[in-house]
């Protein structure tokens, strides 16, 4: 649905010129440079084009380049008639060309010709330009990582988006193949990938703030944490109920839907404060590889939590860091005031930390769409961020206040078995983030199996 918002038209037709600024390494990059050092495909006219949508701290785009380096030898002896080029387009702008050019443990530099582009890199024929991430990635939000095969005459005829693809990427190979051996007529019928123009009208990207809004609340990193936000919803408001009781004190404890706002500010801030510091480095934000970093870190906390939940000691800790909570804020007692509203933000903060390798590579990429389009755009798409998220932690932190007899009478009965299939699911996620995160090529093992 965003898709077809954001990318309108999608004419099947080639794609434009890639004119972007090169690494410039001898036996490399040289054959496709032009007079200024730039990387342009116009001379790679009538051959099969693979185009690898990368970026350095992106680690689902190495799975792809490790993929496209193992095949390289074995379609390069299929070469008869069509000659196959195969580049690499640097799609996050913030990363400079000597960080590209720069190999670490998690990232080598690709061993095809490579180059980082820019808003202006797309050429069409009319002699207009653009940013190919609006033209070439899913419905022009610029997620990557994203691998186009291109033929002879321009045309996509076959994509992934994703460096661990469910079939083993016997469709893309296999696409790859036909194109390098294949008739004219068989290549024409492959083509039906279209090349949109991109509607950057302010609903469309208030619609797509509020799609990237339920990727960030369900994603597979944050998921298995919900369960656990349940019960401890509804362990706090037992608590506050036997504390009114005992205290014989008149307050009542927040409504739902303002519990559930404050726990959606939570996740609001954590991003803002992350978006506050990825504008003040700037460039550096990119190079600190700090997001990696972010999501390792919660990836071994799930483990750990969920380990900490079989034994049955979550509890403690929790516990424990709440009186560290209390001293630090002031609160010396269980008579003092409630304190559910903080409690809930906390936990909000914590659920969007949890969120956060599954959405960074969505939510990044998109705040650097919206920046390249002027306020109203950013505003736009963020507002509409910013409220799905808010809507829906209401919606889910109502329907548990309100609904919190019904969800006793069904929940008890399995509580046990609830906390059991949490604790695997944490631990499962924390392992195969960190694997995934590090080995990604074990990941892709999984699936060709």
């Not at 001379?43 to 949508?53: N, Q």
């Not at 919190?404 to 699911?425: D, Q, S």
Request: proline share 4%.
């Amino acid at each position: 649905m965003a898709g077809e918002q954001i990318g309108s038209g999608g004419e099947v037709r080639p794609i434009p010129t890639l004119v972007f600024e090169s690494l410039e390494r001898d036996g490399i990059e040289g054959e496709i440079m032009n007079d200024n050092g730039f990387i342009d495909t116009s001379l790679l006219a009538g051959r099969i084009m693979i185009i690898d949508m990368m970026a350095h701290d992106c680690a689902n785009c190495h799975a792809i380049q490790y993929h496209l380096e193992e095949r390289m030898e074995y379609w390069e002896s299929l070469v008869e008639d069509r000659e196959l080029a195969i580049i690499a387009y640097g799609s996050w702008y913030d990363e400079s060309i000597e960080y590209l050019n720069q190999s670490d443990n998690d990232y080598t530099v690709p061993e095809y010709p490579t180059g980082l582009g820019s808003t202006e890199a797309a050429i069409f024929e009319n002699g207009t330009v653009g940013d190919p991430v609006r033209y070439l990635t899913s419905g022009g939000t610029g997620a990557i990582p994203v691998v186009l095969l291109v033929d002879h005459e321009g045309y996509i005829i076959a994509r992934e988006f994703t460096g661990t693809p469910l079939d083993g990427w016997s469709s893309f190979d296999s696409s790859v193949e036909a194109a390098l051996t294949g008739t004219d007529e068989e290549i024409v019928a492959m083509r039906g990938i279209g090349v949109p123009e991109v509607n950057t009208s302010l609903p469309s990207l208030f619609l797509l703030g509020a799609m990237l809004s339920i990727l960030v609340f369900f994603s597979p990193c944050a998921f298995p944490v919900l369960p656990s936000f349940i019960g401890f919803q509804m362990s706090m408001a037992a608590s506050m109920e036997d504390s009114v009781r005992s205290d014989g004190s008149t307050a009542r404890p927040p409504l739902p839907p303002l519990l559930g706002l404050a726990s959606g500010m939570g996740m609001v801030i954590f991003f803002a404060c992350l978006g506050v510091i990825a504008a003040t480095m700037g460039a550096a934000f990119a190079a600190s590889g700090l997001i990696r970093w972010i999501a390792l870190v919660i990836a071994g906390s799930l483990v750990i939590l969920g380990i900490l939940n079989l034994l049955g000691w979550s509890s403690k800790l929790f516990n424990a860091f709440q009186r560290g909570l209390d001293r630090r804020m002031g609160v010396k007692g269980a008579s003092d005031a409630p304190r559910p509203m903080r409690d809930m933000f906390l936990y909000g903060a914590g659920y969007a930390a949890a969120s956060i390798d599954c959405t960074a590579i969505a939510v990044i990429p998109f705040v650097v769409y919206l920046g390249s389009m002027g306020l109203n755009s950013v505003l736009a798409g963020l507002i509409g961020l910013t409220l799905g998220l808010l809507l829906l932690m209401v919606f889910i932190v109502s329907m548990v206040g309100y609904g919190r007899g019904a969800f006793a009478t069904r929940i008890n009965r399995h509580t046990n078995t609830i906390k059991l299939v949490g604790a695997w699911m944490m631990i499962y996620a924390g392992i195969v983030l960190t694997v995934y995160l590090r080995r990604p090529d074990i990941i892709q093992s999984v699936f060709a199996s």
